[in-house]
């Protein structure tokens, strides 16, 4: 049982028939080097991944996150992951880190090594970061151009909007941005003022009893903490809606949340510099429901 937890992976071709996949796995020393300096992930930031948590044992949401990577994959043109080598990965290194807290576990696949034959993939787990303050008190957050107009994932496929690629310098820089201005985090606008999503979050709104979400139309990420928190409320009997928010909208909400695998939910308690209304009995509902989840 320890932390941080590395496995270096040899990816399985996704019709293989193997069905054991130990003798792919290899554990690291989290410490020692392990990817060559050929890495595309590295050098290009040529590769996808996702972060899901391990809550006192449970990973959470597995197979939104393995059908989340196959559609990434997709739309990177990298070679299709195998689900079952990742669901047997994940569960792998679960029975070999800490049965109790919070941890991140995040899995990547790499194009690989230049003019190498095949993908790279590994998956590094890390205890999370404490995340009670900002659950229990909210962020404050400022509205960024992400620089493109609403509809770009379908005219311009190869800006791979909609895919986790590893590329999150622009977003990091995003949160940067948000610091400089003495926020803590950022919802990023089309350039026609339609809400998107956070660097590392999506955005749920509370807008006349109803919750609502900006449709992942292709430019953001199906956020798979935001399905669950849909599927929390549609269960409280509440009103949930995909649809394209405007800006103007999101100000005028009656709240509003940053939802992510690790950090959970946390309620916007100021935009641009005003204060916005903060539900936090619901966000503390939302962190119980989601803390609780074991599949
Ligand atoms: N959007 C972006 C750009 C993200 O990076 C993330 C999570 O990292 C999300 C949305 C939320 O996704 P999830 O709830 O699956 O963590």
Same mark, same amino acid.
């Given at each position: 049982m320890r932390l941080p937890f590395t496995l270096l992976i040899d990816p399985m071709p996704a019709d293989s028939v193997q069905s054991n996949f130990d003798d792919t796995f290899h554990e690291m020393d989290s410490s020692s080097p392990a990817l060559r300096v050929g890495e595309l992930s590295t050098q290009r930031g040529d590769g996808i991944f996702e972060t899901l948590a391990v809550v006192n044992g449970h990973p959470q949401e597995v197979e939104p996150h393995i059908s989340r990577l196959r559609n990434s994959a997709r739309i990177c043109d990298l070679p299709m992951p195998n689900e079952e080598q990742w669901r047997a990965a994940i569960a792998y290194a679960v029975a070999r880190v800490p049965q109790r807290? &919070?941890? !991140?576990?995040? %899995?990547?696949l790499s194009r690989g090594v230049e003019s190498g034959p095949a993908p790279t993939a590994w998956l590094h787990a890390t205890a999370a970061a404490d995340f009670s303050t900002v659950r229990a008190q909210g962020v404050r957050?400022?509205?960024l151009d992400r620089g493109y107009p609403r509809g770009v994932a379908e005219r311009a496929p190869w800006l791979l909007m909609g895919a986790k690629?590893?590329? *999150?310098? @622009? =977003? $990091?820089?995003?949160?940067?941005? !948000?610091?400089r201005r003495g926020a803590d985090d950022?919802? %990023? #606008?089309?350039?026609?003022? %339609?809400? $998107?999503?956070g660097p590392t979050s999506? @955005?749920?709104?509370?807008s006349n009893?109803?919750?609502?979400t900006p449709a992942p139309s292709g430019a953001? #990420?199906?956020?798979?903490?935001?399905?669950?928190?849909?599927?929390?409320?549609? =269960?409280?009997? &509440?009103?949930?809606? *995909?649809?394209d928010v405007t800006v103007e909208e999101l100000r005028r909400a009656d709240a509003a949340w940053l939802v992510s695998s690790v950090r959970l939910a946390v309620s916007v308690? !100021? #935009?641009?510099?005003?204060?916005f209304p903060a539900d936090q009995a619901l966000t503390e509902a939302l962190n119980a429901y989601l803390l609780a989840r074991s599949a």
């Open positions: 807290g &919070e941890i !991140a576990l995040k %899995f990547v957050v400022i509205t690629t590893l590329s *999150y310098a @622009v =977003n $990091m820089a995003a949160i940067r941005e !948000a610091h950022t919802i %990023f #606008l089309t350039t026609d003022g %339609f809400v $998107m999503e999506s @955005v749920v709104l509370r009893g109803t919750y609502i953001i #990420l199906h956020g798979t903490t935001q399905q669950s928190v849909f599927d929390y409320l549609g =269960n409280q009997g &509440e009103r949930v809606e *995909y649809r308690v !100021a #935009l641009d510099d005003k204060p």
